[in-house]
């Protein structure tokens, strides 16, 4: 999936599964994106579970994994906005250790290079206003807020959501 100074996008494989499910909780309840009693805890810490139903990605530096994300493709278990013609990513992380490199932002160019050359008119994501970091990356990238499919949490959080079109139309 490419290379540049050391960072490496690739599919990730089962010795892969622990460390991206310790780096997705971690970060996510570290950062406040969700409680640490919070039941999704352990549905993020499950990537073994997760790779059976969706694509994951990681990025790799210098041999360590140091970033990840969940790709859904439309009609499985993890697709939660995206609607006909889109791919959906979800779950993108950054080690603490590793920001500034470059991590998330290839492996959201990852996911963008893989809708294109499967000719998915757009990609969605789901973020939180929480996550100031990744929303920096998706409004570079040309993500769009699209709040008329803005969705809520059961505990009445707004989540919203973002769409880069690769499709005129």
């Given at each position: 999936m490419g290379s540049k100074d050391g960072l490496v996008v690739?599919?990730?494989?089962?010795?892969?599964?622990?460390?991206?499910?310790?780096?997705?909780?971690?970060?996510?309840?570290?950062?406040?994106?969700?409680?640490?009693?919070?039941?999704?805890?352990?549905?993020?810490a499950d990537t073994s579970r997760r790779a059976t139903l969706a694509d994951i990605l990681v990025a790799e530096y210098e041999g360590r994994v140091v970033g990840s994300l969940t790709v859904?493709?439309?009609?499985?278990?993890?697709?939660e906005v995206a609607l006909p013609g889109e791919l959906?990513?979800?779950?993108?992380?950054?080690?603490?250790s590793a920001r500034g490199l470059?991590?998330?932002?290839?492996?959201?160019?990852?996911?963008?290079?893989?809708?294109?050359?499967?000719?998915?008119?757009?990609v969605a994501i789901t973020t939180m206003t929480t996550m100031t970091d990744a929303r920096r990356i998706y409004d570079r990238l040309g993500f769009v807020r699209v709040p008329e499919r803005d969705w809520f949490t059961d505990s009445g959080m707004r989540l919203p959501v973002l769409r880069l079109a690769l499709v005129e139309g």
């Open positions: 690739r599919a990730a494989r089962p010795e892969d599964y622990a460390a991206i499910g310790e780096l997705t909780a971690r970060v996510y309840v570290g950062e406040g994106h969700v409680h640490p009693d919070s039941s999704y805890v352990a549905e993020l859904a493709r439309p009609g499985t278990p993890y697709a959906e990513f979800r779950m993108l992380v950054v080690s603490e470059g991590a998330g932002t290839a492996l959201v160019r990852s996911v963008i290079e893989r809708a294109r050359s499967e000719s998915f008119a757009g």
